[in-house]
């Protein structure tokens, strides 16, 4: 029987969600394109079981969305290359996809940034200019809506964006990508949003096996790189991390707090001939130590105080991918959720009063009382009015801020505005399950719902 088919969490996991105390948590890659996979439900299911609290999508599916409302699992959501040129025209055409494909799932499902497009200044066929343009778009967006705070917009790289990645301390920039970086990392200083990269030292030790140590490639060098300005690095990702830095610094941003996010990071376990690293044992080494380094909360050499968000790729082995075999093959899980190998992903650091066991296993600590009461995405617009009508009357609830001048108007729809008064209403009466139920039109959710400065009351 597989893991999911098995997977049975008692009523109390789906009502309080593990949380881990002063650590970094681990994000994971959601990849689609298998013609085997799980459906979104159970994976939403699968995850909240395990010590990832981020997850990175490659489109908009609604099915995924619903899937993780109220599950605490934050998610990256993308923007296909295909569709930047289009939300880069106007920013009504952005409106319009963010009102369609984002708008319908918060604030039930916890959307905490965008990435617009993956690694589209590596296509030299692609315009440039339209990806900076959509991010300016898709960002003024979130702002007249009021959730430029709560939504952030970024777009992955590759490490092709450098002109050279080693020494660290001296990389840069493509000269023919300057212009186009320089404006896509102000964009990223002036809204505080992360520069994302997808690094792969897997790639690095592939293409140069003869030069690269095969233990610093899997983030176990203990003997060190030395960088020429005095930098140490024990493995090969902090050194491409700290080589972006480098890159940025150059650009004229060294005095901005920009954070640098590892969008993707992984080491397929298995390959064509002549990737004869592409094993499970390397696999099952790298992403065990890559999840070990995302749960640390420690720097890099060149930047010893700032955690690293890392999102590990992949969650599936993906069947449908094109390229080679490695290519298909990155994921931690085969489609019927049985593991290509172990990693450790449970929640050893929690810290919580009960201890139980999810489905794969792993002791989970349960969160204390951060709840709130939100409405369910598609619920019924009539009754939703309703429910406003009664909280803000019978109920007692004070409505201001969702009255045109009040902080939380916008987004002007009236899930959002209901949500803010079911959660008020609940509140009130002490969290008891049926004051969030509201003729089944609400939900409980452990992500804050709270935005610019629109702010969920919570007791």
């Known amino acids: 029987m597989s893991l999911l088919s098995s997977l049975v969490l008692p009523v109390l996991l789906i009502l309080l969600p593990l949380c881990c105390i002063n650590v970094c948590g681990v ?8 013609s085997n996979l799980p459906s979104p439900k159970k994976v939403a299911q699968l995850l909240q079981s395990t010590v990832i609290d981020k997850v990175k999508i490659y489109d908009t599916n609604p099915e995924i969305l619903e899937a993780f409302s109220n599950t605490g699992i934050d998610l990256i959501v993308g923007v296909e290359n295909s569709h930047i040129v289009n939300l880069s025209a106007t920013q009504s055409a952005a409106d319009e996809w963010f009102a369609t494909r984002i708008l319908p799932f918060i604030p039930s499902t916890s959307i905490v940034a965008i990435a617009v497009g993956n690694e589209y200044l590596t296509d030299d066929k692609l315009d440039h200019n339209a990806l900076v343009q959509a991010m300016q778009n898709l960002h003024s967006v979130l702002l007249s809506r009021g959730l430029g705070r709560k939504i952030k917009v970024s777009t992955p790289h590759s490490m092709a964006v450098l002109a050279s990645s080693f020494p660290p301390s001296s990389s840069t920039f493509a000269t023919t990508l300057l212009p186009t970086m320089t404006s896509i990392v102000a964009l990223l200083a002036d809204t505080g949003s992360a520069f994302m990269v997808n690094a792969y030292p897997y790639f690095a030790y592939r293409d140069n096996p003869s030069t690269v140590n095969l233990e610093y490639a899997l983030l176990g060098n203990a003997t060190g790189v030395r960088d020429p300005k005095g930098y140490v690095y024990n493995n090969m990702l902090d050194a491409q991390i700290d080589a972006i ?43 065990t130590r890559l999840v070990e380094r995302a749960q640390s909360n420690k720097g890099t050499p060149m930047s010893p105080k700032d955690g690293i968000d890392i999102f590990v790729f ?46 794969f296993g792993e002791k989970l600590s349960l969160r204390g009382p951060s709840v709130w009461c939100v409405a369910k995405p598609h619920a019924d617009e009539k009754v939703i009015q309703a429910v406003v009508d009664f909280c803000c009357g019978p109920g007692g609830v004070d409505c201001r801020e969702i009255y045109e001048s009040g902080n939380c108007y916008q987004p002007d729809r009236i899930h959002a505005h209901a949500s803010y008064a079911m959660n008020a209403y609940y509140q009130m009466h002490g969290r008891n399950y049926w004051n969030c139920d509201f003729k089944g039109t609400g939900l409980v959710t452990f992500s804050d719902p709270s935005y610019g400065r629109c702010f969920y009351s919570q007791q």
Not at 27 to 34: A, C, S, V
């Open 245 to 287: 830095r480098s890159a940025i610094n150059a650009l004229g941003f060294g005095n901005q707090m920009i954070q640098i996010m590892v969008s993707e990071s992984g080491w397929p376990s298995k390959g064509d001939v002549g990737e004869t690293a592409a094993t499970i044992q390397n696999a099952r080494t790298y992403n």
């Open 314 to 359: 992949a969650l599936f082995n993906e069947n449908k991918k094109q390229g080679g075999t490695s290519e298909r093959n990155f994921g931690i899980f085969n489609g019927d959720g049985s593991k290509v190998y172990d990693v450790d992903l449970s929640c050893q650091f929690c810290s919580g009063n009960s201890e139980k066991t999810g489905g």
């Open 27 to 34: 994000g994971i890659n959601y990849g689609t394109i298998g």
